[in-house]
């Protein structure tokens, strides 16, 4: 059976740091990360932020299409609503796929810091920097991170996996036996 996976958590968390390194494990799985897929859309620099409502339907349709295909995907997206995330579960659903719901965290703080601490020079990077800071810096952070333990409560099935910081390796096993069945629950790199 194919798979989607859907790898949320706050900026900076390690989420596309994670799924690159699955999809070297895992030939033919599509590292659908959205972020990657900004610059193809002219306007991508403005910071109004619309790129993302051009291309969340074009990264379902990416996804059905992989799928369909008898591929599996994962998705690193931090998406805060119930619907934004059951968006992608029901392009499973139709492919008949499994969608795994895997969610990256740390305490706020920590998240906070993660993104601050974060190097990458890259264009896309920079901009985000530049947009997280007209909206208010570590408050727009910390509000999005607020935002995402709201959506947990309300996604009693998504396993949260403890992201330490400098603790890659450990994060990925950890990811990888949470996707070979462990239950719901928080996991970390010392379990």
Do not use: C
Not at 73 to 84: H, K, N, R
Not at 155 to 183: F, H, K
């Amino acid at each position: 059976m194919t798979v989607l996976i859907h790898l949320n958590g706050p900026p900076g968390i390690g989420k596309s740091t994670l799924s690159a390194r699955y999809v070297e494990q895992h030939p033919g799985t599509l590292n659908l990360d959205i972020d990657q897929l900004h610059r193809l859309v002219g306007g991508w620099r403005s910071e109004d932020g619309r790129t993302h409502d051009v291309l969340r339907p074009i990264a379902l349709a990416m996804a059905a299409a992989h799928l369909a295909g008898g591929r599996d995907v994962i998705v690193p997206q931090d998406l805060a609503t119930s619907v934004e995330v059951d968006a992608f579960a029901q392009v499973a659903d139709e492919q008949g796929a499994d969608f795994r719901e895997i969610v990256l965290l740390a305490d706020k703080r920590e998240s906070l810091d993660r993104f601050e601490r974060h190097e990458d020079g890259s264009e896309w990077a920079e901009h985000n920097r530049r947009v997280v800071a007209r909206h208010g810096g570590p408050v727009f952070l910390g509000e999005l991170h607020d935002r995402l333990l709201e959506l947990l409560r309300q996604r009693p099935s998504a396993v949260v996996i403890t992201s330490e910081p400098d603790a890659v390796e450990e994060t990925y096993a950890v990811l990888e036996q949470a996707l070979r069945g462990r239950p719901a629950g928080r996991l970390g790199p010392q379990d």
